[in-house]
C-alpha cells in the first residue's frame, strides 16, 4: 500500500497495467466509506442516475441483467428491485467491494435474485448472449482499454439487448466547466481528506473523471465496438450521462 500523504500518479504518466493496479488498490482501501462518500459529494444524485438507468432496462429473451463494475452492488440491487422477475449478476475485480455488496444484496433480501463473481471485464467469465442488458456504473472510465470492455459487453448481450454505461463526465457548458474543474481538484480532495481514509484516491478519480472521453467521442466509441442507435442521456447539467448502445 501507499504511505500517507504521497500522490497517485496522473493517469497521463502510467501505462495500462500499472493504472489497473492503482485502480484496484485504491477501491480495495475506500469501500467502508465508499457508498457515503458517493451519496455525500453528489448530494444523492447519484441514486437517481442509477434508477434512471434502470429505469430504460428492457428484457424480453433471457431476463437477466449483468452489472460490470458493480463495486458494492447499488446497480444490480437497483435493478433487482425495479425488475422483480429478473436475475442479476454482479461482477468485480476487487474482493472487498463484493464483499461490501454482499452484505448490502442480503440485508436487502436479494440473495436468491443477485448473484456476486469475482472477474475481470476485460474477459467476463460468462457465455455469449446471455443477458438482455448489461450495464456498468462509474467505472468504464477505470478501465484503459474501454473499446475492448465494450466488447467485451456486447458479446454477452443477446440480440437485440442493451449495454447501458452510466459515467461521470464533463459539463458541456463552459461556465460550469469551469466550477466542475474547481470542484474536482481542490473541494472534493477536501472534503475526501476528511472522511476517506485514502483521501489520495478522490484526486485521482477526479483526475479520471477530467480525462474521460468528450461525450461524442465515447458515443463514437460505443459505435465503433459494434452498436447501433446509441442514445445519450444528459443527466444533471451535464455532469453525468448515461450512453445506451443497443446489440443488432
Not at 72 to 82: C, G, H, P, R
Amino acid at each position: 500500500m501507499k504511505s500517507p500523504g504521497k500522490r497517485y500518479p496522473s493517469v497521463k504518466e502510467i501505462d495500462d497495467y500499472h493504472r489497473i493496479g492503482i485502480v484496484r488498490e485504491i477501491f480495495s482501501t475506500i469501500t467502508g466509506k465508499y457508498d457515503f462518500l458517493n451519496h455525500f459529494l453528489s448530494l444523492r444524485r447519484d441514486v437517481a442516475w442509477r434508477r434512471f438507468t434502470v429505469e430504460q432496462m428492457r428484457f424480453f429473451n433471457t431476463y437477466r441483467f449483468v452489472d460490470v463494475a458493480t463495486g458494492t452492488s447499488d446497480l444490480a440491487i437497483e435493478a433487482a428491485m425495479q425488475h422483480p422477475d429478473i436475475q442479476v449478476i454482479g461482477l468485480d475485480f476487487v474482493r472487498q467491494m463484493l464483499g461490501q455488496g454482499m452484505k448490502k444484496i442480503q440485508s436487502k433480501g436479494l440473495s436468491t435474485k443477485i448473484d456476486l463473481i469475482k472477474g475481470d471485464a476485460l474477459h467476463i467469465p460468462l457465455p455469449d448472449k446471455s443477458f438482455d442488458a448489461a450495464g456498468v456504473a462509474f467505472g468504464i472510465r477505470n478501465i484503459p482499454d474501454k473499446i475492448s470492455a465494450l466488447t467485451e459487453l456486447r458479446r454477452v448481450v443477446a440480440p437485440g439487448g442493451q449495454v447501458l454505461v452510466l459515467e461521470l463526465t464533463l459539463p458541456q457548458t463552459e461556465y460550469f466547466k469551469v466550477l466542475y474543474h474547481i470542484y474536482l481538484n481542490m473541494i472534493l480532495p477536501l472534503l475526501a481528506r476528511v472522511f476517506s481514509p485514502n483521501p489520495d484516491a478522490y484526486h485521482y478519480l477526479g483526475e479520471s473523471i477530467m480525462n474521460f472521453p468528450s461525450v461524442k467521442g465515447f458515443a463514437r466509441m460505443m459505435k465503433d465496438a459494434g452498436f447501433v442507435e446509441v442514445e445519450v442521456h444528459t443527466l444533471t447539467l451535464g455532469i453525468c450521462h448515461l450512453f445506451i448502445g443497443h446489440k443488432p
